[in-house]
């Protein structure tokens, strides 16, 4: 029985779990769990006293008896919809497969194997990993990465407790640190890279009394997790003896459910039975009517009202939840200068009320400052709206003139002749005949006949500049006026680090470079954002300085707040402000995006090789804007990493791991380990239209030396 009803949401948030001891009357434990409210059980697979060495010994003393595991039931216990859908099986915690005790190593081995096999036989839809015992965990770790290799469907979660030691608490020194309090994100980290980022390996996080750090805590929603085990320890009492959770644990909880996590209950009845309704529906004791009550029942209510008090989503969450973290390959993405656009996507962008009444206002604005009021009836302003497509812009322009008592003479240039026959009829329709002239044509290429005070346009990407909108109006501004307008009057291109392990994996799922060198369109969902976004590059219209080049350069350093602890950076989100006029503006980046505008989802700069930063160690960043007259354009990027003070030495943990267990695609996917003399590189050069990045020359990891950027300078000069 789900949580609630969540107008929009069908994600398994919905649906809470309890793990339970090992009970061999399966259908009895299943029925008793789901008839008291929760939707799915965690028990162990097998009777935890089972160890197969012992069965071996006892085999050997009397050789008719068969080593069969001592698994709860037969599968057919259940039928196969219930063990797929009410069971996710939990491996026997005892097993400890980089124990010093080879007896016990071997045992822990053997149990893992047969009980995963046994859970893929009755297909459940995931298992339950013990947690790693700290980031030294590489047998463990070669055994699943083997088992992950050949293996159904099934999911492995990973159980990581949710901890994190204070280092700033510890006087700075982090070698304090014991090793059962390290960062548990250094486990998962260890672990996962040991089995290659495989997409079927997630977390199922321990969520504790105690929490880490608000940084620390975002970085797991960019990793893979898919279960949030909640102790009962966790729960304070409210003042009617009721569990409850902290402000903090509540806040938590509700990012959980917003990122399609589902909540398990673990753990013995911490809470009184003995008074007020709640209790007494809760107690374990036969009620009145004979029932068993379930002893946690309490606190599945208590997950019930956090997850019912949930405010709806709006509507533009709804409209756009199927395309959260899915990847916009160039093969799907618009590129209106090089295509002509089709009329369902015209009437996508023409739905984005916000966006033209931006532009309103804009206009707006530039009129009254442009024609005084002593004018307005006397004085008639030439506007282009150039890269028309049907007509909104020439709408909004045209509203900004009714609106400020200005006279407007408006030419329509627009460069798809499909559009062009839309606006004919617009004009025609809207008896615009007398105002509006349209120009089929290339606005590169137009002779017009008279010049324009303003050159109104929308030929932005995602970050900005990617739909050439530099190079289109830097042939439309021989028309515009020496004191002319432009609207929009600049962009700015933004970005940011993220962890975004589902993008990473959906990117290389392809098994090839080409993938890696290509910028996504995204509806960033499941990612962490490890440090404000930053301005890349600024493009301001008109621009009439004589040397002016829409070639560009930059260096970016970000600094990752150092109680995040380390992080792993997948790519980079990108985003984009434009400045209409004076304070009317447009964009994406986070912390100032237009309300209610969806024209633009961010795009994604993956990295090939996913990049392992610790706490205190800046990111640099170099990226480029390459433009050559024969290649029509580029952009590229390229990371290096520069080590913090003594942060990396060989005698860390996590800096033993020197090579993956098997090689990864293409042979050289390496857990990126770093010391003080590695740089990393990446770098693209592609071209780039509205949404994409098709790439035309690729330098793979290069050492950061003058002939690398010499070798990019001179594509750029081609
Ligand atoms: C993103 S659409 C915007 C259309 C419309 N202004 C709107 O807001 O709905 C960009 C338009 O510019 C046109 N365009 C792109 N480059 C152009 C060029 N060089 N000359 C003329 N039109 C161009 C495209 O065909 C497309 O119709």
């Known amino acids: 029985m789900p949580l609630g009803q969540r107008a929009g949401d069908k994600s398994d948030s919905r649906y809470c779990g309890v793990e339970t001891e090992f009970n061999e009357d399966m259908p009895r434990l299943l029925d008793f769990n789901i008839s008291?409210?929760?939707?799915?059980?965690?028990?162990?697979?097998?009777?935890?006293?089972?160890?197969?060495?012992?069965?071996?010994?006892?085999n050997n003393n009397n050789s008719n008896e068969a080593s069969v595991p001592p698994f709860a039931g037969s599968d057919l216990v259940l039928s196969p919809s219930q063990w797929a859908s009410h069971v996710v099986g939990k491996i026997s915690s005892w097993i400890d497969l980089d124990s010093e005790d080879e007896l016990l190593r071997l045992d822990?081995?053997?149990?893992?194997?047969?009980?995963?096999?046994?859970?893929?036989?009755?297909?459940?839809?995931?298992?339950?990993?013990?947690?790693?015992?700290?980031?030294?965990?590489?047998?463990?770790?070669?055994?699943?990465?083997?088992?992950?290799?050949?293996?159904?469907?099934?999911?492995?979660?990973?159980?990581?407790?949710?901890?994190?030691?204070?280092?700033?608490?510890?006087?700075?020194?982090?070698?304090?640190?014991?090793?059962?309090c390290t960062d548990s994100w250094e486990w998962w980290n260890s672990f996962r890279l040991l089995c290659e980022h495989h997409s079927q390996l997630s977390v199922a996080l321990d969520v504790l009394s105690s929490l880490p750090s608000g940084n620390s805590l975002g970085r797991w929603f960019g990793e893979p997790i898919r279960a949030a085990i909640i102790h009962t320890d966790a729960f304070l009492t409210n003042a009617r003896g009721y569990p409850c959770l902290s402000k903090r644990h509540q806040k938590l909880i509700a990012g959980f459910f917003n990122h399609s996590i589902q909540i398990?209950?673990?753990?013995?009845?911490l809470h009184s039975t003995s008074m007020g309704t709640l209790e007494s529906s809760n107690n374990s004791d036969n009620n009145s009517d004979g029932i068993t009550r379930h002893p946690?029942?309490?606190?599945?209510?208590?997950?019930?009202?956090?997850?019912?008090?949930?405010?709806?989503?709006?509507?533009?969450?709804?409209?756009?939840?199927?395309?959260?973290?899915?990847?916009?390959?160039?093969?799907?993405a618009i590129q209106p200068l090089m295509d002509n656009l089709e009329a369902q996507t015209y009437e996508t962008f023409e739905k984005d009320t916000v966006k033209y009444s931006q532009y309103q206002r804009a206009v707006s604005k530039a009129l009254v400052d442009r024609v005084p009021d002593e004018k307005a009836s006397t004085v008639t302003t030439v506007l282009m709206?150039?890269?028309?497509?049907?007509?909104?812009?020439?709408?909004?322009?045209?509203?900004?003139?009714?609106?400020?008592?200005?006279?407007?003479?408006?030419?329509?240039?627009?460069?798809?002749p499909n559009a062009v026959v839309t606006l004919h009829s617009l004009v025609k329709l809207e008896g615009w005949e007398n105002v509006v002239t349209i120009v089929s044509c290339d606005m590169r290429s137009w002779n017009a006949p008279e010049k324009a005070d303003m050159l109104v346009s929308e030929l932005l990407g995602s970050f900005g500049d990617n739909e050439l909108s530099p190079e289109c109006l830097d042939g439309a501004q021989r028309f515009l006026k020496q004191d002319g307008i432009?609207?929009?009057?600049?962009?700015?291109?933004?970005?940011?680090?993220?962890?975004?392990?589902?993008?990473?994996?959906?990117?290389?799922?392809?098994?090839?470079?080409?993938?890696?060198?290509?910028?996504?369109?995204?509806?960033?969902?499941r990612i962490a954002k490890l440090s404000p976004s930053q301005p890349v590059f600024t493009f301001t219209h008109p621009d009439h300085s004589t040397k002016k080049s829409n070639q560009r350069y930059t260096k970016l350093r970000f600094e990752i707040p150092r109680d995040t602890g380390?992080?792993?950076?997948?790519?980079?989100?990108?985003?984009?402000?434009?400045?209409?006029?004076?304070?009317?503006?447009?964009?994406?980046?986070?912390?100032?995006?237009?309300?209610?505008?969806?024209?633009?989802?961010?795009?994604?700069?993956?990295?090939?090789?996913?990049?392992?930063?610790?706490?205190g160690s800046p990111l640099e960043v170099h990226f480029w804007r390459c433009c050559g007259s024969t290649k029509s354009f580029g952009l590229g990027w390229f990371l290096d990493f520069h080590a913090g003070e003594g942060e990396f030495t060989l005698d860390r943990p996590y800096l033993i791991h020197v090579g993956p267990i098997q090689s990864g695609m293409n042979g050289a996917s390496h857990p990126h380990v770093l010391h003080q003399s590695t740089i990393v590189t990446v770098a693209h050069i592609g071209l780039v239209c509205r949404t994409v990045f098709l790439p035309l020359v690729s330098i793979k990891a290069a050492p950061m030396c003058e002939g690398f950027q010499s070798e990019l300078l001179s594509f750029t000069q081609e």
Not at 392 to 401: E, G, I, M, T
Request: charged share 20%; net charge neutral.
């Open 385 to 416: 709206v150039v890269g028309a497509g049907r007509g909104p812009l020439v709408r909004a322009s045209l509203q900004a003139a009714e609106e400020t008592g200005r006279k407007l003479k408006v030419y329509a240039v627009e460069k798809n």
């Open 486 to 525: 432009s609207i929009p009057s600049s962009y700015t291109s933004f970005i940011q680090p993220v962890t975004a392990s589902k993008l990473y994996n959906d990117v290389k799922s392809h098994r090839d470079l080409v993938h890696f060198e290509t910028a996504y369109v995204v509806k960033l969902h």
């Open 108 to 180: 822990s081995e053997t149990v893992l194997r047969q009980e995963i096999a046994w859970a893929s036989h009755l297909s459940l839809q995931a298992c339950l990993l013990p947690p790693p015992r700290g980031t030294s965990c590489g047998n463990y770790a070669r055994c699943v990465n083997q088992i992950l290799q050949g293996l159904n469907n099934m999911q492995l979660w990973l159980r990581v407790p949710l901890e994190k030691p204070d280092h700033d608490a510890m006087d700075g020194n982090p070698d304090q640190v014991s090793g059962e």
């Open 566 to 615: 380390s992080s792993m950076v997948h790519g980079f989100a990108g985003y984009f402000d434009a400045t209409l006029y004076k304070d009317v503006h447009l964009g994406i980046e986070p912390s100032t995006a237009t309300p209610n505008m969806f024209s633009w989802f961010p795009i994604f700069f993956p990295l090939r090789t996913p990049i392992c930063v610790q706490p």
């Open 36 to 58: 008291s409210g929760f939707d799915f059980i965690l028990p162990p697979l097998t009777n935890p006293t089972y160890r197969p060495s012992s069965v071996t010994s006892n």
């Open 264 to 269: 398990v209950v673990s753990g013995n009845l």
């Open 296 to 332: 946690l029942r309490s606190y599945l209510d208590y997950v019930g009202y956090l997850y019912q008090r949930l405010d709806p989503l709006p509507e533009q969450e709804r409209f756009e939840l199927n395309y959260r973290d899915f990847l916009q390959s160039p093969l799907q």
